[in-house]
C-alpha cells in the first residue's frame, strides 16, 4: 500500500513538472513571439511598399525657404521611431540619397549629378545625411536649383533617373518625374537667387563651363 501511494505521487509530481515545463515554454514562446511581431518584415515589400515607408520616415532640414546663402545647415534626416508610431522594420533597408543640380540653358534646364550617398535604415535610430560641400547658389548669375531624392534599393539605373518639365523658375517637386516607382521622397530646393531665375525666364543664361551635361555612366 506503501509503495503504491509513493508511486501515486511520484506520478502526480512528474505530470505537474511537465505541465509546468510546457507553460514555462509556452510563456517563452509567447514572448519571443512579441519580440519577433514587434517590427516590420519587409523582406516581401514591392518597391512602391518601400517607398511609403520611406515617405513617412524622412525628413529635410534647413531646406525650406531658400534665403541661406549656402545649404552647410542642411540635411536629409532618416528618422527612428516615435512615440504611438511603430515603424522599426526585422531587416534594415538599404536605403540611397541623391543630389543633384538643374542648371537654366538656353534650351532646357541641365541635370548635373553631384552625388550620392548609400546608407542602411530600418527606424530604430536616426541618420543624419548632410548635403555635399560647395553646392551652387547661382552668385555667378546662373540660375541653379538643387534636386534631392531619397529612395530604397539599388543606385538609379539610366531609364529610371529624374526628368523636369516645365520652367526652372516655377517649377516645383511635382514637376519631377523618375522613371521608377521606388522614389520614396523628392524635393526640388528654391532658387539661392530667385531673381536669377526670374531674370533668365526671358533670357536663361548659359550653364558653366565646368558643368558636365547628363552621364549615362554617373556614379
Known amino acids: 500500500m506503501h509503495s503504491n501511494q509513493t508511486r501515486f505521487r511520484h506520478t502526480v509530481l512528474s505530470a505537474g513538472a511537465a505541465v509546468l515545463a510546457l507553460l514555462a515554454t509556452g510563456c517563452w ?41 549656402s545649404y552647410a545647415k542642411a540635411s536629409v534626416v532618416v528618422r527612428g521611431p516615435r512615440t504611438g508610431d511603430v515603424r522599426v522594420l526585422c531587416r534594415p533597408l538599404a536605403v540611397q540619397v541623391e543630389f543633384w543640380t ?24 536616426t541618420r543624419t545625411v548632410a548635403f555635399p560641400a560647395g553646392l551652387p547658389t547661382g552668385r555667378d548669375g546662373t540660375c541653379v536649383r538643387v534636386l534631392v531624392a531619397a529612395y530604397a534599393g539599388a543606385p538609379l539605373a539610366y531609364g529610371e533617373l529624374p526628368r523636369m518639365t516645365g520652367d526652372l523658375a516655377t ?49
Open 29 to 69: 514562446n509567447a514572448s519571443a513571439g512579441a519580440q519577433t511581431g514587434g517590427c516590420h518584415d519587409a523582406g516581401d515589400w514591392s518597391g512602391r511598399e518601400q517607398a511609403a515607408w520611406l515617405r513617412s520616415t524622412v525628413a529635410f532640414h534647413g531646406t525650406t525657404d531658400g534665403t541661406d546663402p
Open 102 to 125: 538643374l542648371t537654366a540653358t538656353t534650351t532646357r534646364p541641365e541635370m548635373s549629378f553631384v552625388m550620392r550617398y548609400g546608407l542602411s535604415a530600418d527606424g530604430g535610430r
Open 171 to 219: 517649377a516645383g517637386d511635382a514637376d519631377v518625374r523618375f522613371g521608377t516607382a521606388r522614389i520614396g521622397v523628392h524635393r526640388l530646393l528654391p532658387a539661392q537667387g530667385p531673381a536669377r531665375c526670374d531674370a533668365g525666364r526671358s533670357t536663361p543664361s548659359p550653364s558653366p563651363a565646368a558643368s558636365t551635361g547628363w552621364d549615362i555612366y554617373h556614379p
